[in-house]
């Protein structure tokens, strides 16, 4: 496969998280601002990430079937290159 071939090809492939983003907004737009009004029970001394991005987290985990802490670190951080 030549190199405008592989260009073509990526066109068309669309990003799996964009995808979902776009579902998501259509259906529940309201999801991820549900997510920053949870409680936060842990020590505020404690806290690294806010709530809303653990949830969020683990929503894209959910959703994209991974099973795994390890795994979800991986696809994750593949989606992000």
């Known amino acids: 496969m030549n ?6 090809k990526r066109r068309l492939e669309k990003n799996p998280v964009v995808e979902c ?3 998501q ?6 999801l991820f601002a549900k997510f920053a009004k ?3 029970p842990r020590n505020q001394s404690y806290i690294e990430y ?3 991005v653990m949830l969020e987290t683990m929503y894209y985990k959910c959703i994209g079937g991974i099973s ?7 696809n994750l951080m593949m989606m992000q290159l």
Request: aromatic share 8%.
């Open 3 to 8: 190199r405008e071939q592989e260009r073509a």
């Open 21 to 23: 983003n776009k579902i």
């Open 25 to 30: 907004n259509k259906y529940y737009p309201e």
């Open 38 to 40: 949870v409680d936060d």
């Open 50 to 52: 806010p709530v809303r």
């Open 68 to 74: 795994s802490m390890q795994e979800m670190t991986r």
